[in-house]
């Protein structure tokens, strides 16, 4: 395929698709991210169907994604009921409290793209942003940064490292030695502990404050203290357990293991099945998908996968098909580094 011109195609308004922050020098703003989405896109073009088929799935779908977070809060509900049946029950409440914790967070992202609503910022920060401890602002201004950069590493806020690569002859890191590194990583630990509530400025994390004071008070008032406190603690206490165990396998399951360079060459799609209710809820296993075409809502991921597959690059591209067995599993998939390459495309071009 030929190169891909500078501007963002005229279909992409407003696409936040890799392209550099403002900040950047003109000189730098093209880069292989950038180049290689719109390489797709000219691919989809020449089919007017699919062209058509692509603007219609980056839509947003305003109901269903609102249904997501409702779904998160009625889970974080049953969880704190959960927890106060007696600790036989706590492991479980932990565990749901995650999972919920996980859809907040992947609703956030959602809106940091504008998928869910064009606007709503006020709205966000109230829903998603503040309990996980995030500035809507902020979060999104580093999750674009990380689109930007994804093939600079030193420049993505989101780069997560895995052990270095042995010389000639020396054995690599098994797949648990991969993930018990990072899941022992103190700086990982802390910031799926409190967000990015330590680096916040006074302002902004004084609205994170008042959000939780503000819910203490009306649960203390509604239900007691002793129900407020506990719906508090097993917030913290997922947080720094069992939150914090999926989201580094779910960080790991993204990009690392994989050849720095474009989209295709370091994003891997992870299976849709059962499992990935849990690790990857409502579509958020498409990292591929989303890195490729971020403007659509992760209710149309799937779709948007379905139809990207007639493209050769992409089939050739990294898709799991399980999490720890299969042909070609995540946790196979991060240890890429020490083994015999997957034949697979350059990228698209």
């Known amino acids: ?31 292989p991210v950038q180049d290689e989405i719109h390489a797709l896109r000219r691919a989809l073009q020449r089919d007017p169907e699919w062209n058509a088929r692509l603007l219609q799935l980056q839509r947003p779908r305003p109901v269903i994604s609102l249904v997501y977070i409702a779904t998160a809060w009625l889970v974080l509900g049953l969880s704190w009921g959960l927890a106060g ?22 609703s956030l992202h959602d809106a940091a793209h504008g998928n869910i609503l064009r606007g709503g910022e006020t709205l966000f920060q109230v829903l998603l942003a503040a309990p996980m401890f995030e500035d809507f602002q902020r979060y999104r201004a580093l ?30 890191p098994s797949a648990a030695r991969v ?50 406190l506990r719906f508090v603690g097993l917030w913290m206490l997922a947080r720094a357990t069992t939150y914090h165990a999926l989201k580094v396998f779910t960080e790991l399951a993204d990009h690392s293991g994989l050849e720095v360079g474009t989209v295709l ?21 498409y990292h591929l998908t989303h890195h490729l075409a971020p403007r659509v809502p992760m209710p149309n991921l799937h779709a948007t996968h379905l139809l990207m597959w ?31 390459p997957r034949p697979r495309s350059s990228g698209l071009r």
């Open 1 to 31: 395929m030929n190169s891909s011109p500078a501007r963002a195609p005229e279909a992409f308004p407003g696409q936040d698709d890799g392209r550099a922050p403002s900040g950047v020098p003109p000189r730098d703003r093209r880069s």
């Open 85 to 106: 049946e007696g600790l036989a029950l706590l492991p479980v409440a932990l565990l749901l409290t995650a999972s919920a914790q996980r859809l907040l967070n992947n």
């Open 143 to 172: 999750h674009l940064r990380h689109h930007a950069r994804l093939h600079t590493p030193e420049e993505d806020p989101d780069h997560l490292p895995l052990p270095v690569r042995p010389g000639d002859g020396e054995a690599g």
């Open 179 to 228: 993930y018990l590194r990072a899941l022992c990583s103190a700086r990982l630990w802390k910031s799926h502990c409190l967000g990015e509530l330590p680096a916040l400025g006074w302002r902004a994390r004084g609205r994170v404050l008042l959000w939780w004071g503000s819910v203490g008070g009306v649960l203390a008032v509604v239900a007691g203290p002793g129900p407020a």
């Open 265 to 285: 060459s370091y994003t891997r799609n992870a299976p849709r099945n059962a499992l990935g209710l849990l690790l990857h809820p409502f579509g958020d296993n």
């Open 310 to 340: 007639h493209v050769p690059e992409y089939r050739a591209g990294h898709h799991c098909d399980g999490y720890f067995l299969g042909r070609y599993p995540v946790t196979h998939s991060w240890l890429r580094a020490w083994r015999e």
